[in-house]
């Protein structure tokens, strides 16, 4: 099969990965995962985890473009941008990464402020007296 692309997302960070046959290797940023994250090897295990269920490691290429967010969130939108491109690479893998969430786009953001409050939801202080 050809080049797979999917977008992956997770606060405010996007990642634009192409996904084709090969050998295992995945650049990111126009650098190797190691050099991309150097000692998070949590967040490396969590970029790699849905390569690793779908037994994928050594047989597809991955490039990925990340911006917005930090490195952890950016981490996170690889993994669902691998996912998706997985999924639309062999449908058979959809069995896989499903049931262990990988498909679904955390829709988790900050949530705004609020007038009159601190923050979104703390209040100023109050005195009694």
Not at 34 to 42: D, K, Q, V
Not at 43 to 66: F, G, H, N, R
Request: charged share 30%; hydrophobic share 35%.
């Amino acid at each position: 099969m050809a080049k797979v692309y999917a977008t992956g997302k997770r606060k405010t960070a996007i990642a634009k990965v192409w996904l084709s046959n090969g050998s295992g290797k995945l650049v990111v940023n126009d650098m190797t995962l190691n050099e991309w994250l150097g000692g998070h090897e949590a967040i490396k295990k969590k970029v790699l985890q849905p390569l690793v269920l779908t037994k994928q490691e050594k047989s597809v290429d991955i490039v990925a473009k990340a911006f917005g967010g930090g490195y952890s969130a950016q981490a996170e939108a690889v993994r669902h941008g691998i996912s998706k491109a997985l999924n639309e690479y062999d449908r058979a893998f959809r069995a896989i990464l499903k049931p262990k969430g990988l498909l679904t786009r955390d829709s988790r953001v900050v949530e705004r402020k609020k007038y009159g409050k601190r923050k979104a939801r703390r209040s100023p202080q109050f005195s009694k007296r």
